[in-house]
């Protein structure tokens, strides 16, 4: 199952989010454990706006343990921040009503409610870094010992 967690802190690394969902994916006595397969952080970029949004798809198996995920875990803060946890369905244009032209009259949309224009950037490997090169108040540093 991939569940989505959206509208994350922007400083949210892989580790967090493994951390986040590793109580409940540990299972129990009578409870089914799970495992983690798979973590990706997107930046979702809107056209017309400023400021980008961060979520996360994770993909758990099995489907039991994630819907115990979304049960426990759902507007739990991460980051200091609560956040939305829900199912990712896969969409495809061939399951989309719209892409048939019949009764395009009788069609009551005023618009599209997706939104155009959205760029999506995978930044899951740009997570915080512990290198000895930083940048101090624009100044390159470099520590030898």
């Known amino acids: ?3 989505i967690l959206k509208r994350i802190s922007p400083s949210t690394a892989v580790r967090d ?3 986040f969902l590793q109580p409940i994916l540990k299972g129990g006595l009578f409870i089914k454990s799970g ?3 798979k973590i990706n952080i997107q930046k979702l970029q809107p056209a017309n706006q400023d400021k980008p949004e ?6 758990v198996e099995p489907d039991g343990v994630g819907q115990r ?6 507007r739990k803060p991460l980051n200091g921040k609560p956040i ?7 969409r495809f244009c061939e399951n989309d ?6 009764n395009k009259h009788n069609d ?6 997706r939104r155009s224009g959205l760029q999506i950037v995978d930044i899951t490997g740009q997570g915080k870094s512990d290198d000895t090169h930083r940048n101090i108040n624009g100044w390159g540093t470099d520590i030898t010992l």
């Not at 995920?69 to 759902?74: D, R, S």
Request: no cysteine; glycine share 0%; hydrophobic share 40%.
């Open 1 to 3: 199952m991939i569940l």
């Open 17 to 19: 989010i493994e951390s």
């Open 35 to 37: 495992n983690l397969e």
């Open 54 to 59: 961060f979520n996360a798809l994770v993909r």
């Open 69 to 74: 995920v979304i049960k426990q875990l759902n």
């Open 84 to 90: 939305n946890i829900s199912e990712y369905f896969l």
């Open 97 to 102: 009503r719209r892409n048939r032209q019949i």
């Open 108 to 113: 009551r949309r005023r618009h599209d409610r």
